[in-house]
Structures are given as C-alpha cells and as structure tokens.
C-alpha cells in the first residue's frame, strides 16, 4: 500500500521550497530559486534507487527505473514540472491538514476572514471525509505541479520496494517553468528515450485528457495623439477611446467566464494606457483548428477597419504561436490512452476523459515526437489562494503510475 503519511510528508517538503517562475527573465530556469527543489530532487531520485539520474545545465531531471522483465517492452515515461505560477505568491507556503473534511467551510485565515467554502467551491463536498491539504489564505499551495511530482517519486519508490510487480523500462522527467510556457523547450526528447509518456499534471480525479487549446497571444498596440486638452479640437487623438473600440468590437461572451468545454475565447488579461499610446494584452484559444485561425484573423481585420476608419496606422497587432493540440499527435496512438483508462478501470476511478482547457507540457512535447496525454494529480483551485488537494487523490494517481507500468509490463 502506499503509504498516506509518507505522501503527506513529501508533497509538504516540496511545497515549501519556493520555485515561483518569472516570464520577464531570459534564463532557463527562469529563477535561480528552482534550482533548490530541483537539486534536492535529484539527490532523492539516487536515494529512492533510480538509475542514469541526470541535472542539465538548464535543470532538466530524468532519471531511470530499469526494467524487472526479462523480454522487451516499450519504454514509457512520466513527467511533471516544478515550477510554481507567477500569478500568485509561492512564497513561504504554509500547507494546512484538515483530517476527516467534514463538508462545511474551512477556515484558511482568521486574521483575515479568508474561507474555502463548498457554497462557493462545490467540488469540495466530492472529498467529505478525506484529508485535504490547504494553504494559509495568502499564497498558492502549489499543487500544480508538486502533487504530480509526489506521485511520480512516490510510484517509482514503490516500484523499487515492490519487485514482484512487472514492469519495463520507465523514464522520469521533471521539468522547469511550465508556468511560463517553456516547461518543454529545452527538454531533450532524444535523450529521454521513451515511447510515449504521460504528464501528471491534472486536477481532479480520473481527469485523463489528449486535447488542448490551440493557443497563441496577441500584443494589440493603439497610437494617439497629445495636445493641450483646451486647444484639442480636431488634434487630440485619445489612443485609449481607440482600444476601447477594439475591445467592444469583440465577440462579447467569447471570454473565459463565459465558455466551457470545446468553446474557445478571447482573453483580454493586461491593459496600459495612456492618451498617447494604449497596449491591450490577449490570449487566443480554441480547439478547434480552423476557428483558431478564424480567431486570429478577426484580430487583425478589426485591426485593418479600425485603420482605414481612422485614415491612418492607428492600431497595429503582433501575433505569435504559443503551442497547439496535442490530439493530432495523439489519436495516431490511441493506445496509450486506453492503457490509462484501463489502469483507471481497473483501480475503480471513473475516468474523466474531456478537453484540457488550457496547454501543459505534453501539447509541445507531442508535438516533438513524445506523445503525451495528461492525468490527473488531484489538485483544485490552481493559481491562487484557495488551492487545496485531497491526499487520497495523489495517493490514487500514484497507483495510477504503478499500474499503468504493470500493464504496459504484461507480455502480449
């Protein structure tokens, strides 16, 4: 069995090294705090009896279990990233155990009120009665993705410790600033030798996902024109009316709050304006590929209207390509899902197939020639305050691994 205390222990010591990336640096890893997990995991990954545990330059982690069978089997690996989102502070996390959740409201911080309740988080009332691990209220936790890595370190000690179990040549992979789109960049595919992988980084249980977003990310820049407000008439152009009218213009329930599913949206996440010159930040999502490119082109053709409107470059857009759907890469080699789905089954999770509402590092890395769907780690609330995890779900992604490694073990 896995051991609930042991899980405990190791996902609290990850989550309270600070691995916060940053998208303004140019460096790989992108801070220079990364590295302190990243060199107490591979010294763990040696301790625990893995084999070829390697650090790059860039602080990419593999290391190997090799194979008890004395046949051929593919190679398969298991991947999860380090890093911590930008977005909310993972600094100085304190995790909170709240044993035996008894479905009312949780009290995170009582200095400043904040609570995690189930009238607003109704997911929380799935995992009455189980242990949940919190944060205090003022940073994340940092489930995404030091759950995945948990479950991934956790199954590999307990494949070692368990012999009888059957099993190929698995592959491990942790990797830097997934937070900031890079988490695949310098990964190197060809050394990591495998036949196809899974990251572990979903959220709730039984969430098992080979589609994402096609995504990319729009810079929409708006010129005006400054004079002296009291001798303005018919001079004075206001850049920020401009991008007023090229936000309205816009599909206005195409937002992230008001689709779900296959929808796609534009998201407008950063405005900086003044009368001079406005800068207007989107991102661009969409399963589908031709709406994808549909979405794009109506950027730049409310671009092109707003100009010839105005008789001259008032608006101009940049837009760039960030990654796209991994199910291209992936329905060639379906199987690799069904083994998922089958070691689910076969530990009575009821398996969540559905789209990825977002990218992760399988999209870049199926896309280099590592097929790569995503499992759950059992996280909620990514991002923010109100993270929190149910130790039961990290312990069922763990055995999720080993019995995935069992099966691809079986002879055929």
């Known amino acids: 069995m896995i051991s609930k205390e042991d899980i405990i222990k190791r996902f609290v010591g990850y989550v309270t090294v600070d691995t916060e990336s940053d998208p303004a640096s140019d460096t790989t890893p992108s801070t220079a705090k990364q590295w302190d997990l990243a060199n107490a995991l591979v010294d763990e990954l040696k301790a625990i009896g893995l084999e ?31 890093d911590t989102t930008p977005d909310f502070t993972g600094a100085n996390v304190k995790p909170q155990i709240i044993d035996n959740y008894d479905g009312k409201e949780i009290l995170l911080n009582k200095a400043e009120n904040i609570i995690l309740s189930p009238d607003y988080f109704e997911d929380l009332l799935q995992y009455k009665g189980q242990t949940i691990i919190t944060t205090d209220g003022t940073t994340l936790l940092g489930a ?6 948990t479950e991934i370190v956790s199954a590999m000690e307990y494949l070692v410790q368990n012999p009888q179990i059957k099993h190929g040549k698995i592959r491990v992979g942790f990797t830097p600033d997934e937070e900031i789109g890079r988490g695949a960049h310098k990964f190197d595919v060809e050394k990591f030798g495998a036949e196809w992988a899974y990251t572990m980084d979903g959220s ?20 005006g024109k400054i004079v002296h407000p009291g001798y303005a008439k018919g001079k004075l152009i206001n850049s920020m009316y401009i991008a007023n009218e090229y936000m309205n213009s816009l599909p206005k329930l195409e937002v992230p709050e008001h689709t779900s599913g296959y929808e796609g949206f534009f998201h407008l996440y950063s405005i900086k304006g003044e009368v001079e010159e406005t800068i207007l930040e989107y991102i661009i999502r969409d399963h589908d590929k031709a709406h994808f490119e549909a979405r794009k082109e109506m950027m730049q053709k409310l671009t092109n209207e707003l100009n010839s409107q105005y008789g001259r470059e008032v608006v101009s857009i940049e837009i760039k390509d960030q990654y796209f759907n991994m199910k291209e890469k992936v329905e060639p080699v379906m199987h690799i899902v069904d083994i998922a789905e089958e070691a689910m089954k076969q530990l009575n ?14 999209s870049q890395l199926s896309y280099m020639g590592l097929p790569c769907p995503n499992i759950f780690a059992g996280g909620h609330n990514f991002h923010g305050r109100y993270e ?23 002879k055929k």
């Not at 995404?144 to 890595?149: E, Q």
Request: aromatic share 8%; net charge negative; with cysteine.
């Open 52 to 82: 070829d545990v390697t650090i790059d330059k860039h602080a990419y982690i593999m290391a190997t279990l090799p194979s008890n069978l004395d046949y051929e089997v593919p190679t398969i690996g298991f991947i999860s990233h380090f």
């Open 144 to 149: 995404d993705d030091k759950a995945g890595i």
């Open 204 to 223: 709730q249980i039984g969430e098992l996902e080979y589609e994402n977003f096609n995504a990319a990310g729009a810079i929409v820049k708006v010129k």
């Open 349 to 362: 999770i009821i398996p969540l197939i559905k789209p990825i509402r977002g990218g992760t590092d399988g």
């Open 388 to 410: 929190y995890v149910p130790v039961e779900s990290m312990i069922k992604a763990t055995e999720v691994i080993c019995k995935i490694a069992e099966l691809v073990g079986q």
